[in-house]
């Protein structure tokens, strides 16, 4: 293995360590918990080394959130895969994403909620965040019929994540959660 080679790869592991102690304090402390000092702390690294790998706080959070959209993308293709019809598998893809959010929510709000500097609804966007998205339109492509897939699609999301922000934060009833996301995934389905 060359210098160059090792270097490389040490840089990225690195990276990947800045990455998921962050995730990790995200998730355990919430957002205001993530610093340069902490991160820093956490990975026995000085606070130049943070920067060598990423410009500021914001960086750090893009990368975050691209993890959580890498993840949510594997978690849908599951849900999606598994199905045995269309709309069952518009309804394990719903029921995916609620789960995913209700079950990481400060990951949820990093990629959904905090502004990152990450392209959405772009060809720009990022290969996890348009693989998440992908899973989303690939459970309505087979009930689209003549709709714009890709409007449906974004009315979709929007709607999954108008439901779970406003349960979230106790603007809609937590009890009655299941019953609306069922109502939901059923106007969609037909």
């Not at 040490?10 to 962050?22: K, Q, S």
């Not at 045995?84 to 990629?111: C, H, K, N, W």
């Amino acid at each position: 293995m060359s210098i160059q080679t090792r270097r490389e790869r040490e840089r990225a592991e690195r990276e990947r360590l800045i990455v998921t102690a962050a995730r990790e304090l995200l998730e355990s402390e919430g957002w205001d918990a993530v610093t340069t000092r902490r991160l820093a702390e956490e990975i026995e690294y000085s606070q130049p080394v943070l920067y060598s790998h990423f410009k500021n706080k914001g960086a750090i959070m893009a990368a975050v959130a691209m993890e959580g959209f890498a993840a949510m993308a594997a978690e849908l293709r599951e849900a999606r895969t598994s199905a045995s019809d269309p709309r069952q598998a518009l309804a394990a893809v719903g029921t995916a994403y609620a789960a995913f959010a209700e079950r990481r929510p400060a990951l949820y709000d990093a990629m959904f909620t905090h502004p990152v500097d990450l392209p959405f609804a772009s060809p720009q966007a990022p290969p996890a965040l348009q693989q998440a998205f992908g899973e989303l339109r690939e459970a309505l492509r087979p009930l689209a019929r003549n709709d714009d897939l890709e409007t449906l699609t974004e009315t979709f999301w929007s709607a999954l994540h108008g439901l779970l922000t406003l349960m979230r934060n106790g603007r809609l009833r937590h009890p009655d959660h299941r019953r609306r996301l069922a109502l939901l995934l059923s106007r969609f389905s037909h």
